[in-house]
């Protein structure tokens, strides 16, 4: 039995050499030490098979621990590798959550600009005139655009070509009267005929090479056109110098809107320019020139400023209708409007009082500028060509004149001075010009 026993180092031992582990050393050297008693003192120490069951217990050991070694040293791996899945994960999902943040700040900025905008569209549709509606667009570019200059620039609507009727520069600061302007740069009008047959919008940021080979941009600061326009017919344009290009979606929404607006203003101004303008001659009714006269009046009070309320009546119109036919006289009179509204600056005010006679409200002019104005009107009336069934004929006019505050300071004594100047002119021969204050003289 003894000898037996040797079989277990036997075997620690060779798994020592397989295995290469001290520990089976350890156990190899704890067997022969008990085995090397047992024979010293010749008798048995432990039962052989309780001394099996250790040795066996103490050759299993080195193998559970080595199991457990690997098993610990995969869960660890294993571990570390879920760990590391875990942390990049997290990451991912932080950078998802910023991303949603970033695009949560975006959309409420998007969004309180799209209510400032709705604001600011409520606001235009209340206005019921250009120059109302007008404010409010500098106004609303200056406070959510970054631009340096701009412009509104409103096309001809009565023509299927490209042709500029009236151009503004957008300020915040506006005077009494909306005063018109020039573009800066040539090449604005160029790029806007191009879009007025195709085209919505156009970017230049300032070193685009084909851009500037293809319209000979000769500037180097970034610009912006955009169309305003209702379905395929354009009104009119937005330019903006130094625009930023991020701004395009609110810009773009802006510039629809403002299409919209535009295009109702325009037609609101019709529809009030044909309640008060006469329809053959395109001049204000005797109703509008009266109120226009006793409002002119009141500033002019206010301010010390001159006026001058002038008549003009046709010498021997009923004669000409008699001669060539109503339809004649409606173009003499037509033609009398225009040759009055060349003559005249825009802000004065010219009316078909009655029949032939036509009233004229000269602001903020003396006596003697009336009479030079009037004089020249007189002239060119009577030296124009009027022509009727391939028959040319001439007309001459009489025009009576009176001045605030000298001949009277309501609208009711200028109307009646002016009146009774027309009508010494009438009795003096006609084609001429006569003003109060020579009445009163003689």
């Known amino acids: ?215 000979n941009i000769d500037i180097d600061i970034p610009f912006v056109i955009s169309t305003l326009k209702l379905g395929k017919t354009v009104i009119g344009f937005l330019v903006l110098e130094n625009f930023k290009k991020e701004e395009f979606s609110r810009f773009s929404v802006f510039s629809t809107q403002l299409s919209l607006e535009l295009r109702r203003i325009m037609l609101y101004e019709n529809v009030e320019k044909m309640a008060i303008t006469d329809s053959l001659t395109g001049l204000y009714v005797r109703r509008k020139i009266i109120e226009s006269l006793e409002l002119e009046i009141e500033r002019a009070k206010k301010h010390k400023f001159f006026l001058t309320f002038l008549m003009l009546d046709i010498d021997h119109f009923k004669k000409c209708n008699d001669r060539f036919g109503h339809l004649v006289g409606d173009y003499v009179l037509s033609e009398i409007a225009r040759i009055l509204k060349t003559n005249l600056r825009e802000i004065d005010l010219i009316g078909r009082y009655g029949g032939e006679e036509i009233a004229i409200l000269l602001l903020n002019t003396k006596e003697d500028e009336a009479k030079i104005v009037a004089e020249r009107i007189r002239e060119k009336i009577a030296h124009f060509p009027f022509q009727a069934y391939n028959e040319r004929f001439r007309i001459t006019v009489s025009i009576g004149g009176a001045v605030f505050p000298k001949d009277g300071d309501s609208s009711l004594e200028l109307i009646n001075h002016a009146d009774n100047a027309l009508y010494s002119a009438k009795k003096q021969g006609r084609n001429c010009v006569i003003f109060y204050g020579e009445i009163k003289e003689k």
């Open 1 to 215: 039995m003894i000898y037996e026993i040797l079989l277990i180092p036997i075997v620690f031992l060779i798994n020592f050499f397989i295995r290469g582990k001290r520990g089976y050393i350890f156990i190899f050297l704890v067997c022969l030490s008990l085995f090397l008693i047992e024979i010293f003192i010749k008798k048995t120490l432990l039962n052989p098979l309780f001394f099996l069951s250790i040795s066996l217990t103490f050759l299993s050991f080195p193998f559970l621990i080595d199991r457990f070694k690997k098993m610990s040293g995969n869960s660890l791996e294993e571990l570390r590798k879920g760990l590391h899945k875990i942390e990049f994960d997290c990451k991912e999902i932080e950078n998802k959550i910023r991303e949603i943040e970033g695009e949560i700040q975006r959309l409420e900025r998007e969004n309180t600009i799209m209510l400032e905008l709705y604001e600011i569209a409520k606001e235009m549709s209340k206005a019921l005139s250009f120059k109302d509606m007008f404010k409010i667009v500098c106004y609303t570019l200056q406070k959510n655009f970054s631009f340096d200059k701009g412009f509104l620039v409103t096309l001809r609507s009565d023509l299927d070509i490209f042709q500029i009727n009236k151009i503004y520069e957008l300020s915040p600061s506006l005077e009494e009267e909306l005063k018109e302007v020039y573009l800066p740069h040539r090449v604005y009008y160029k790029i806007m005929e191009s879009l007025f047959y195709k085209g919505d919008l156009f970017y230049f940021d300032g070193e685009d090479k084909e851009m500037i080979n293809k319209f």
